[in-house]
């Protein structure tokens, strides 16, 4: 699982080992900007216009068509949203590499 943060928060192998997960949830917490707000907010609208259903005679076709819609929902904010959540969390380890000057070689 390491080497999967790795490929996706590039900055992680310039701090070193011990200090990473507080820097990673440090990052976490940083707010969001303008971008990364609207940019969410039209990928949740964009997954709620494509995951509308009409009403359904009966109760099973109510559960399938929910089924259904929470099945294409989540690759979709994946997709639409999930790229912003990593560029805030990225900002967030610049922003923390800034303020922890490198302490020599990096660790493994």
């Keep these: 699982m390491a080497k ?3 490929l996706i928060y ?3 192998n310039r701090i070193p080992l011990r200090e990473r997960d507080a820097a990673l949830g440090g990052a976490r917490a940083t ?3 303008g971008l990364e ?4 907010a039209l990928g949740l609208a964009l997954t709620a216009g494509a995951t509308r259903y009409g009403v359904f005679d ?3 076709h109510r559960i399938e068509a929910f089924l259904a819609n929470f ?4 690759p979709l904010l994946a997709v639409l949203a999930g790229p ?4 805030r969390t990225r900002r967030g380890l610049q922003h923390y590499l800034t303020q922890h000057p490198q302490r020599g070689a990096r660790e493994q």
């Design 4 to 6: 999967f943060w790795l």
């Design 10 to 12: 590039p900055e992680l």
């Design 31 to 33: 707010p969001f900007d």
């Design 37 to 40: 707000l609207a940019a969410i």
């Design 58 to 60: 009966g109760f099973s």
């Design 71 to 74: 099945l294409l929902a989540v």
């Design 84 to 87: 912003f959540f990593v560029r």
